[in-house]
């Protein structure tokens, strides 16, 4: 009990900082609520410093804690300033100039922030879990704070347009999911993943997989295709990132694709990568799945983002196509388990989704701090025309960015792209690692089309873009520029610590207590 | 099933007198017939979800689906003789219930913008 307590004292302290968010959002006194935001922050440094000392817990990744959790951490404090000033910012201003009075109904920063606060509990409720409930239930608490945050994120009808095919589609992959989980359950008859992992292993020693095992898997998968914005369930990523408020946005690329692949990795760890044929890999359908998803997810993302005008959307789309480029990772594999980084695909991919989330938050930071005449974030590409001359930090942020994500070396995105490369090399899965080639050289037609339009198209004089009146934001995307800089200096020691993070602690037949004898489905009830 | 339920005090009396009734066909019942009924109510779940354009409609299809999770659940747990499986499914249910909650909020809000129902109205987002 108490071993189980020291794993989560992150999300204990995250709770209690969202309640006392929830609180101080609704005093009568602006000065108290703008302190919203401050509370959060410290609420994650101290959720950060209660990960980092957990060293071994239990699951089929029992070093993941550490690493994930200070990951999630980092991430959500850059995304803090980037939301600052989404909600209330009218009301804010009405009471100021005291044409209105406070009326807690009318105000939502206190469930905005403490919604926010909610997610990153379940997302990293996510990177401790060790049972199919468990992991459901982290899924379900880091994704249904989300449908709320996009729809209150502005005051018009697109995000809640934005919410409503979110939640739709949202209830939708977690129904499949929670039926793949259900099948694996009856599969292995239990739904400890670690005995999962046991179970699994016995059968294949024992002749094969159990064909419903293999379909929950399938099942669960292609459910959380949904939270990584993968084909299939790939359509609403464009919508859902154009309607919601860009500081929103930017959370949606980062915090749902976390849990998304945390969930895959575990249950790809629970079959295990050793069912190959010629080499080890997954077992042939799940390998076949994940293969097609991740080819197709790559293409489609990329071809679609091309043909976008708006940045947003190009940005969306880059998000479908970044999370095929981690799914080679998941496809390779931990390699022999006492490699490198350079041959261990789930390090290259936990190492990826922090490159991703803190180059992410630049980008939308930056569309974030434009502001059109008639009060919008930026949102299309001639918005940003001629951003150099105009705003000169806030178009090199971009560039940055711009350039992190394409996987220009030197810079932090390079050294993510490249890990997933030499691990899908090693794991000798050249025709993947062909298609993930080709795929990176599309995406720097769009990349580079922003990056063009910041610095050398003049601005459109019909469009006139003026400083957004929030310092935070602007903050934001020069932060995480610079940490797209700044962190190579700490890139060697963030491999060491990705690798430790996949330990895989690959179990053997004998671990469950109870036999797993083949599944009879006709077997009488007597 | 026969000799486990008549061991229980509870229900013993009680089935095996049920069980002289019924026909041969219901009284053994497998954990196929549950599974059937199961993947059913996921189909038609699906199908209903991409077929049918009303917002409550299409949410009651999702509440199928978790439902027919459920259902599995109930019967994969009977079939090996422990609870994880009924537990799991309370869980399910928690989450349907905070599901269903949002769904009407969403349902309530469009519904006062555009006075309909029709998802195809939500069409301002395109590209």
């Known amino acids: 009990m108490t071993d189980k307590l020291a794993l989560v004292w992150p999300e204990i302290w995250l709770f209690v900082t969202t309640c006392v968010v929830m609180v101080v959002g609704l005093s009568p006194d602006l000065r108290v609520r703008k302190l919203c935001g401050w509370i959060s922050a410290l609420g994650l440094v101290v959720a950060i410093g209660a990960a980092v000392p957990v060293a071994h817990a239990g699951g089929l990744f029992p070093s993941i804690t550490p690493y994930a959790k200070g990951m999630i951490g980092v991430v959500g404090l850059m995304l803090l300033p980037l939301l600052a000033g989404t909600v209330d910012r009218d009301l804010d201003a009405a009471i100021e100039s005291g044409k209105a009075t406070f009326s807690a109904l009318r105000s939502n920063r206190a469930e905005f922030y403490a919604f926010f606060l909610f997610s990153l509990t379940g997302l990293m409720l996510t990177a401790s879990a060790d049972d199919l409930i468990w992991l459901f239930l982290a899924l379900e608490l880091t994704s249904l704070p989300t449908y709320i945050m996009v729809t209150i994120s502005t005051r018009g009808t697109r995000s809640q347009e934005a919410g409503v095919k979110y939640f739709f589609l949202g209830a939708l992959g977690a129904a499949i999911f929670l039926y793949g989980f259900a099948l694996i359950y009856g599969a292995t008859g239990t739904t400890d993943l670690a005995e999962i992992a046991a179970a699994f292993r016995a059968q294949s020693e024992a002749g094969g997989l159990n064909t419903i095992g293999v379909a929950g898997l399938a099942v669960a998968l292609i459910g959380l295709c949904f939270k990584i914005a993968a084909v299939p369930m790939h359509m609403y990523a464009a919508d859902v990132y154009q309607g919601a408020a860009s500081g929103v946005s930017a959370m949606l690329a980062f915090v749902p694709k976390t849990a998304g692949f945390l969930a895959i990795i575990m249950l790809c760890g629970a079959v295990g990568w050793t069912h190959g044929a010629t080499h080890d890999s997954l077992p042939a359908p799940i390998y076949i799945l994940l293969w097609v998803i991740a080819a197709a997810t790559m293409f489609t993302g990329n071809l679609l983002a091309i043909r976008q005008s708006s940045v947003k959307r190009i940005l969306a789309y880059s998000s479908v196509a970044h999370s095929g480029y981690m799914l080679v990772g998941v496809i390779a594999g931990p390699g022999s388990g006492h490699g490198t980084f350079w041959d261990n695909g789930i390090a290259a991919v936990l190492f990826y989704l922090l490159t991703y989330g803190v180059t992410n938050v630049g980008t939308f930071a930056v569309l974030a701090s434009i502001q059109k005449p008639n009060g919008e974030e930026a949102d299309d590409i001639a918005d940003i025309r001629g951003l150099h001359g105009t705003r000169p930090h806030l178009a090199g942020a971009m560039l940055l960015c711009v350039l992190s994500l394409l996987g220009m070396p030197p810079l932090l995105g390079f050294f993510g792209k490249v890990g997933l490369f030499t691990s899908a090399i090693s794991a000798g899965e050249i025709p993947l690692v062909i298609v993930l080639g080709l795929n990176s050289a599309i995406a720097a037609f769009y990349y580079l089309r922003i990056a063009r339009a910041a610095y050398l198209e003049p601005a459109d004089e019909h469009v006139e873009t003026r400083a957004g009146p929030i310092p935070q934001r602007v903050f934001a995307a020069v932060l995480s520029a610079s940490a797209v800089v700044l962190l190579l200096t700490v890139a060697q020691m963030l491999m060491e610590r990705s690798v430790t993070a996949s330990g895989y602690h690959a179990p053997h037949a004998g671990m469950a207590d109870t036999p797993h004898e083949a599944l009879d489905l006709t077997r009488a009830d007597d | ?127």
């Open chain 2, 1 to 127: 099933m026969h000799a486990l339920l008549a061991d229980s005090t509870l229900t013993g009396g009680l089935l095996t007198l049920a069980q002289s009734d019924f026909p041969h066909a219901l009284s053994t019942l497998t954990l196929n017939h549950y599974l059937f009924v199961s993947a059913a109510m996921f189909a038609l779940g699906i199908i209903g979800f991409l077929t049918r354009r009303n917002l409550i409609i299409m949410f009651l299809c999702t509440e199928l689906m978790f439902q027919a999770a459920g259902l599995a659940l109930i019967a994969f747990g009977r079939y090996h003789l422990n609870f994880d499986g009924q537990s799991f499914v309370i869980f399910v249910l928690t989450i349907a219930a905070a599901e269903a909650a949002m769904a009407l909020a969403l349902v309530v809000l469009l519904f006062r913008r555009r006075e309909s129902l029709d998802a195809d109205l939500w069409a301002e987002l395109k590209g």
